[in-house]
């Protein structure tokens, strides 16, 4: 049994290196929450909770991420022990939604299971990859930014590009790249830039030869996204439109992708990222770790859950300094020949970086 005695929550804020700019804004600067969890033996854990200061991407955001934490999951998880994450998805059934508050709190849950059970945490989840395969983002309204960042993403050694497009670029871009890179392994991400009115504008894409287009209609056009694919070569890849098993059954069953991108954050955690993977494995939907412009601590659960056996695409896993001048995990994440090791020490296999932690944090809060 797991007893939380304790638990920390901190508030964190990072510039990035460079503004990452997409057809719905720009971010400069990041913050997150990150979660300790520290039971009856003094063992601790951590996760971190991938909401954005303002609710861009999905309706959370770090306050009310935080407000969901401190007066509902923490108060409950602290009055009822549990003997293995997987029984926490029950445990927060009485909260609707909210996903990525809870997924802070379950990730650090995981982390300290495993480290209990002094095994690493892609053991725990049944992972099987020794690395996993990395892909770089490029976020960027300027073509000769973009190509620049092609140039270096690729003989860095990053296994694909993805690039952010919108109607008012997408052919341009593309053109631009595909004549200098004609062969660079390449998908494109619309986060909802289109509509189904733009289906013979999305069929000009076909031509790129695209790995696939991530989440070209809105959220909840479950049914629109299949009626698009069915005139579309290229294969579509769900990101936004993907909260829950629920909605992977969904989209399988009307034929809305043929890929999905797993982000733990997004679907409430690792045990319904680990359900997804397995229900997509079965039913021959491609998966892939999808990024959030995210700190060590989530990218290094992002590593375990994606040494999954069907994680076989490349996901947005980068380098610490991909997006930071200092990260807050030691050792550094780091990618090398396209790929990053899986750790193997006990939990997470990193720990947290208590100066770097204390140089960025802009408010914490204890409970007992
Ligand atoms: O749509 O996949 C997205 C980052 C923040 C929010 C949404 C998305 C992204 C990315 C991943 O594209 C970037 C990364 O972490 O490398
Ligand atoms: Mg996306």
Redesign the pocket.
Known sequence: MMYIKKARLSIISMPLKKP?STHLGVVKNREAIIVELIDQDGVAGFGETVAFSSPW?TEETVKTAFHIQKDFLLPKLMEQPVEHPRDLTNVFSFIRRNEMAKSGVETALWDLYSKRMGKPLSESLGGTRNEVLAG??V?TQSINEALRQIEQFSTSGYERI?I?ISPENDIEFLKAIRKVFPDVPLMV?A?SAYTLQDIEHLRTLDEFNLIMI??PLRVTDIVEHAKLQKQLQTPICL??SITSVHDVKSAIQLGSCQVV?IKVGRVGGLQNAKQIHDLCVENEIAVWC?????FGISKAHSIAIASLPGFSIPG?L?SSN?YWEEDIIEPLIEMKNGKIVVPNGPGLGFSLNLKRMKEITLYKEEFV
């Open positions: 990452f991407y770089a983002v976020a993805k952010k991400d986060n991530e989440q990101d936004e991108n999808g990024g959030m412009i995210e947005d980068s991909h």
